[in-house]
């Protein structure tokens, strides 16, 4: 890849801003693409944004910043007012610096404050030494595959990208781009009907990465890949409504322990099966107030698959082992010989299942040869 660095004023990067949020963000005098497709979304906190526009404002040097020069033919055109390219006009893509980007146009466009004080109310002097101050970059061209990689190297530091983030970048195209309207921008669609079901946020990319690793079975970049092409994220999109209303038919009372479940995977196995959902309301209540189970959000997917992992059964305690092993006198009950308490492990003596509870009297001492053999059974 060819790299040149070069030093730009904020004068120029922000002539012709303009932020569409949705569909594009172009500077530079319409010649700078600052969000590509395979860039995240804006995800500066206040703080954060506060503190590019402090440091431009103390003459302190930002980082560096990357642009990528462009084909012809790969430029992202926003139709802007005004806003018309001569022939033979090189034109960029920001590939490292955007969240800086973004964050000093929106300030010179007047779009937030630090301090009290827009742009606009700054004294002449200062408003020239924002616009005077320059920003150092490099302009690198390449092919794809070049700038991908090179993206990814850059994007070891700062606000660091996700693993989403980062797929983003290499299966960018027309099914990405469809995919970010459903689940990628702040109130999406895919935001508005799951908030109290799915963890993360939209614009780091959680929702998508939840509903491509739940349709995928975990296999998300061989999704991604077969559909990088494909002209719409219909599939994608019609999957994660029927999950969500399947949760909200199935389980008709909506606790907070139902944030964060994986209930992609049971749709998947569970979704032709019938349930009552009055009996398995009923019979959450129950175990919602069983102190022996620890994991309450598990709940959700014991009644489902009737495996009693998720609930995280509560352990005897190190108490309660002394005192059974002291009342047997160290004999395994299954196989009548005499261990070691650290060769041995506690067992119900009336299962959880069957409304035994962990406590003193439930509690007996096996070899950990007869308890693996019953816990198999």
């Known amino acids: 890849m060819k790299i040149e660095l070069k030093e730009i004023t904020i004068r120029e990067v922000s002539n012709g801003y303009i932020n569409t949020y949705d569909d594009g963000v172009i500077g530079f005098g319409g010649k700078l693409n600052i969000r590509p497709k395979y860039q995240r979304e804006y995800v500066y906190k206040d703080k954060q944004r506060d503190a590019v526009i402090e440091t431009v404002k103390k003459d302190f040097p930002l980082n560096v910043m990357y642009w990528v020069k462009n084909s012809d033919d790969t430029f992202e055109v926003i139709e802007v007012p005004k806003q018309k390219l001569k022939t033979g006009e090189n034109t960029y893509e920001v590939m490292d610096g955007q969240q800086r980007t973004i964050s000093i146009c929106e300030y010179v466009a007047g779009n937030f404050s630090l ?21 150092m970059i490099y302009f690198c061209e390449g092919n794809d595959k070049e700038k991908l990689d090179w993206f990814k190297t850059i994007n070891i530091a700062g606000e660091k990208l996700t693993d989403q983030e980062l797929r983003n970048a290499i299966y960018t195209g027309t099914w990405l781009t469809d995919a970010k309207k459903y689940f990628s921008k702040n109130g999406c669609a895919a935001y508005n009907i799951a908030k109290d079901y799915v963890n993360g946020t939209p614009i780091r990319q959680d929702y998508l990465e939840t509903t491509i690793d739940w349709i995928s079975k975990g296999e998300i970049e061989d999704y991604m890949s077969k559909h990088q092409h494909k002209p719409n994220a219909n599939e994608l999109w019609l999957y994660f409504q029927n999950v969500i209303n399947w949760v909200k038919v199935i389980f008709t009372n909506y606790r907070k322990e139902m944030k964060g479940v994986s209930f992609g995977v049971l749709y998947n ?49 190190d108490k309660q082992k002394r005192e ?42 096996l070899c950990k040869h007869d308890n693996r053999i019953k816990s198999g059974k």
Request: hydrophobic letters at 30%; aromatic letters at 10%.
């Open 324 to 365: 059974a092993f002291e009342r047997q006198k160290g004999i395994c009950v299954k196989c009548k010989v005499a261990f070691e308490l650290s060769e041995m492990e506690a067992d119900h003596i009336t299962p959880w299942s069957k409304g035994g509870k962990t406590t003193t009297e439930n509690c007996q001492m």
């Open 115 to 135: 301090n009290n004080l827009y742009f606009h109310n700054l004294q002449d002097v200062e408003q020239k030494q924002i616009l005077d101050y320059k920003l």
């Open 269 to 317: 196995d569970y979704k032709d099966k019938e349930f009552d959902a009055k009996k398995l309301e009923i019979e959450i209540t129950k175990l919602m107030q069983d102190e022996d189970v620890t994991k309450k959000s598990g709940i959700y997917e014991f009644v489902i698959t009737r495996n009693e992992k998720y609930l995280n059964i509560r352990a005897f305690t």
